[in-house]
């Protein structure tokens, strides 16, 4: 078989097998034999770049780096929804349509999902685009990013018109959403707030393997264009063309039937995997929705039905306060166990000082929690009707729970911090956590609870401990075996290979997260370069700002942390980029900014980024006044070419830009 021909079947392949897994979660093959061709399929464009297909199954994984995204005008508007609350609204909005169109009004309902949505164009079968709502009128072109989203078809099978477009919400289920905050937890981070905000964050994120990470889903759930009868017809072929729709959609005949669909999953609800906070009814008949049309806001043939937010009333038995790995105090409402949206309740999160007091909250009240978008319960108020005579305000924690330390809140901070950096058990665990979780040290043998017990045991109190500790303290623990002691032994000393840019990671220095540690490492290339910096020298890093700089400077000026990096240094950990990375960094471009358009053969758009940045140079997405050369590859888009040409912008090939180095 011709090449050409062996990639095209693969990719037809592939494009079916994540039909059947992500839209109709049905898999005809093992994950392992879908990586082994998905692997086949990269190698082959790898070897034959002129075989290059935007719509490839192998950009689900993503890797192009977006920084601004532009803006683009809907050609259709993408308006809101009008929202109702009871079967009186919903009859209401019945009346107001029968004064429009006649005769008998069938309708769809489904549910409302809370995500983030997004205009999707297909031409010829192929998705070119992708826009955010925005404000309606114009979004963000978030293209690159949302063909990493695994049921977003890049190619689409037959019974779609040639040209249209399709629109749907972009959510993150509840279990993907959990697994990433646990992550998160591990390494010390902030975990995010609830799963809608983090689905529309992250359609904004600069790098799209980090998009194509995440466990976004997508529901899609109008078309737009074609000469479809019917909003069912439409998403019924839209289906069986590649796309994920809602499966839950209903028609119904009447009113009455609208508000069985509501009430329904009103309860039902709580069992889904992802988040919905209503229903939305529509008029099935386009031509009917043709001679509705839309008010300045809103569809007059559509209406969301929004659930009312769970809440019930309990008593606050007491507050008490947690201290997270980064030492920040959240105060805990203990509760008398409630139902609440399908689970028992005994814990509510208070947020922090301000919010008891914005609510004034007082052990003894009968408080009421709600559940809404966020995993956590919280309180919202207090049923003041039912206070007790002798109820006293509540008075804010002043010393940590766990270590007795004052807490401090600096201004402009919501939250209180327990100081004890060195003292703090929960500190000083957590700093050891993230020291050996995945992205860090990624140290085999070692979980979260045995760092616990082994704080606990007074035999670490720092991650340079780990590497002072013997087999033989191991053993007698509880739940420890010479195997699992050996294990994490060994463990411990093969970190000693990891390289420089995350053990710098692993310091856990504030705001020095995994991009930022890689960069620092580049272009310091040791720790004692690194500490070594001033305030200025390390801002002139590209992208690390005053916050970053501030921050390194502060671990570095603090003894404690020399030790432990002087520890580390002497257990053998790499503390500067090895020989061969080094090699292949120069400083040939530095000062210079790229801008890299088209399709290249020698070697792939990533990897000539990599080697513009490798040795020195900035890459950029788009081209201005600051541009210093286009890198120009074959069919670069005509009108970044005019803009090149119209700043006078030196444009060079491959060939010219690997001969510069
Ligand atoms: P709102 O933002 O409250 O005005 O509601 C309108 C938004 O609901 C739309 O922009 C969509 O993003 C979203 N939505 C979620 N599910 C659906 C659905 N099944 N049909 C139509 N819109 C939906
Ligand atoms: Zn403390």
């Excluded at 009859?91 to 549910?111: N, P």
């Excluded at 264009?225 to 998403?235: N, R």
């Excluded at 504030?510 to 801002?539: C, H």
């Amino acid at each position: 078989m011709k090449i050409q021909q062996k990639i095209e079947a693969l990719r037809e392949e592939l494009h079916k097998l994540n039909y059947e897994y992500y839209v109709l979660d049905n898999a005809s093959i093992s994950d392992f034999d879908f990586d082994m061709k998905l692997k086949e399929l990269q190698d082959l464009e790898t070897q034959y770049p002129d075989f290059f297909d935007p719509n490839s199954p192998t950009q689900k994984v993503g890797g192009m780096v977006t920084k601004n995204f532009e803006t683009v005008v809907h050609t259709h508007r993408m308006y809101s929804l009008d929202n109702s609350y009871s079967k009186q609204d919903l009859l209401d909005w019945e009346k107001r349509i029968l004064k429009i169109v006649e005769g008998a009004i069938e309708y769809t309902c489904e549910l409302k999902y809370d995500g983030a949505s997004i205009n999707l164009t297909y031409e010829n079968g192929l998705l070119v685009k992708a826009v955010t709502r925005g404000d309606g009128i114009q979004g963000d072109d978030v293209t690159t990013n949302v063909k990493t989203i695994k049921s977003i078809p890049l190619k689409i099978g037959v019974g779609m018109p040639d040209n249209f477009q399709i629109r749907g919400e972009i959510i993150l289920p509840l279990d993907g959403f959990a697994k990433m905050n646990q992550e998160r937890l591990l390494a010390g981070e902030e975990t995010y707030k609830n799963p809608r905000n983090t689905a529309s964050g992250s359609l904004k994120l600069q790098d799209s393997a980090e998009v194509a990470k995440r466990p976004l889903d997508c529901l899609l759930y109008q078309v737009v264009g074609g000469s479809f009868k019917s909003h069912s017809q439409a998403l019924q072929m839209a289906n069986k063309a590649g796309f994920k729709v809602p499966e839950t959609l209903k028609i119904a005949k009447s009113i009455d039937e609208v508000l069985a669909f509501v009430n329904y999953w009103d309860n039902a609800r709580h069992t889904l995997p992802y988040e919905t906070d209503g229903v939305v009814i529509k008029v099935n008949s386009i031509r009917h929705q043709e001679e509705l049309g839309y008010t300045a806001k809103a569809p007059r043939w559509a209406i969301a039905y929004k659930f009312k937010a769970e809440q019930v009333a309990t008593l606050l038995h007491e507050i008490t306060y947690q201290v997270g790995r980064t030492g920040a105090i959240t105060p805990v409402a203990n509760l008398e166990p409630v139902e609440l949206a399908g689970t028992t309740v005994k814990r509510a999160s208070l947020h922090n000082a301000g919010q008891i007091a914005l609510h004034d909250i007082r052990v003894g009240d009968e408080v009421y929690v709600e559940k809404g978008g966020e995993i956590i319960p919280k309180i919202v108020g207090v049923d003041f009707s039912k206070r007790p005579l002798d109820s006293v305000p509540t008075i804010y924690a002043t010393h940590c729970p766990e270590c007795n330390t004052p807490l401090v809140r600096t201004q402009g901070d919501a939250k209180h911090y327990c100081p004890n950096e060195q003292g703090c058990p929960p500190q000083v665990a957590g700093r050891i956590i993230h020291f050996i979780s995945r992205k860090a040290m990624d140290i085999d043998g070692i979980g979260a609870e045995t760092v616990d017990l082994l704080c606990k045991e007074g035999l670490i109190q720092n991650y340079a401990d780990l590497y002072d500790l013997k087999v033989e303290q191991i053993i007698p623990l509880e739940r420890m075996a010479e195997k699992s002691a050996n294990n994490m032994i060994a463990g411990i000393h093969a970190s000693k290979q990891i390289p420089f840019e995350k053990v710098l990671y692993a310091l856990g220095i504030r705001f020095v997260g995994e991009t930022v540690a890689k960069k620092l490492a580049k272009y310091f290339k040791n720790i004692d370069a690194l500490f070594a910096a001033d305030y200025d020298a390390l801002i002139a890093v590209d992208e690390i700002g005053g916050k970053i700089a501030e921050s390194v400077i502060a671990f570095r000026n603090d003894l404690n942390h020399i030790q432990l990096v002087n520890r580390l240094k002497a257990y053998g950990l790499q503390l500067a980029l090895s020989a061969d990375v080094q090699e292949g960094l120069t400083e040939k471009l530095i000062g210079k900014t790229f801008v890299v358009s088209g399709v290249f053969y020698q070697v792939s758009r990533n990897e000539l980024k990599k080697m513009i940045e490798d040795n020195g140079g900035k890459v950029s997405s788009s081209i201005s006044k600051k541009t210093d050369f286009v890198v120009a590859g074959d069919n670069m888009g005509p009108a970044k070419l005019q803009k090149a040409t119209d700043l006078e912008i030196t444009i060079i090939s491959e060939e010219e830009f690997l001969s510069m180095l």
